[in-house]
């Protein structure tokens, strides 16, 4: 069973608007969360995260946003450029994070001109 | 700063033989994690070792699978014998102390069984 879960395969959005990915988790034991970007052929790098005693965390054009309640953060990035075409993975952990952390499977942004 | 080091960056091998992948995880880091990745099932984790110690190999899905970490700077991920559906990239990845939610990834082992 998914613990994280990105029910969006992909997304298109135009260029200069605002994209917005998003996440669930069943998990009530995660109390941190992550974003990674990952382009081809290329490994997943760390964009952005949020600690579950927050509920929005800014970072540039990068916001992630989380509702314990509902169990669901969003990553909105505006104005969204070219080089955000990728594919993004939502990463939670609990503890610490020593046990590593469980990701969803990926949404692939497509930014088109 | 070096980057988690991963090698072969590709590797196409027969069904039956043995496959060997590399890591040399970020210096001073103190966990390492092996992930592989793919369409179906996007990243899971395999193993990981909290100094240089296999903490759970839960996510290995069968005993052809095996990691070791003889040391702080290395660790394999082997494959015997590898059939084609261990066709996948293989994520190393470490963190250290202080940053233990952050993980660091490698570029990757892509690995085509045929």
């Known amino acids: 069973d998914q613990q994280v879960k990105q029910n969006s395969p992909s997304l298109s959005v135009q260029e200069g608007r605002i994209s917005i990915l998003n996440c669930d988790y069943t998990?009530?034991?995660?109390?941190?969360f992550l974003w990674y970007k990952k382009y081809p052929a290329e490994g997943p790098t760390f964009l952005i995260s949020?600690?579950?005693i927050k509920d929005k965390n800014e970072d540039g054009r990068f916001t992630v946003f989380l509702n314990k309640s509902a169990k669901h953060l969003s990553l909105h990035i505006v104005p969204s450029q070219p080089g955000d075409s990728a594919v993004y993975f939502c990463?939670?952990?609990w503890g610490g994070g020593a046990d590593g952390l469980t990701f969803g499977k990926g949404t692939h942004l497509i930014i088109q001109p | 700063d070096a980057g988690v080091i991963q090698s072969p960056r590709h590797e196409v091998t027969e069904m039956g033989q043995e496959v060997t992948l590399r890591c040399k995880p970020i210096?001073?880091?103190?966990?390492l994690f092996w992930y592989r990745q793919t369409m179906m099932r996007g990243l899971e984790l395999l193993i990981y070792f909290n100094n240089n110690v296999p903490i759970d190999d839960s996510g290995m899905p069968e005993d052809r699978f095996s990691a070791k970490m003889p040391n702080a700077s290395f660790s394999t991920l082997k494959i015997q014998p590898s059939e084609p559906r261990d066709s996948a990239v293989y994520f190393c990845?470490?963190?250290?102390?202080?940053?233990?939610?952050?993980?660091?990834f490698g570029e990757g082992s892509w690995l085509t069984v045929v």
């Open positions: 210096s001073g880091h103190n966990s």
């Open positions: 990845a470490s963190s250290g102390t202080g940053n233990g939610n952050t993980i660091y």
């Open positions: 949020i600690s579950s």
């Open positions: 990463a939670a952990s």
């Open positions: 998990n009530s034991m995660f109390d941190y």
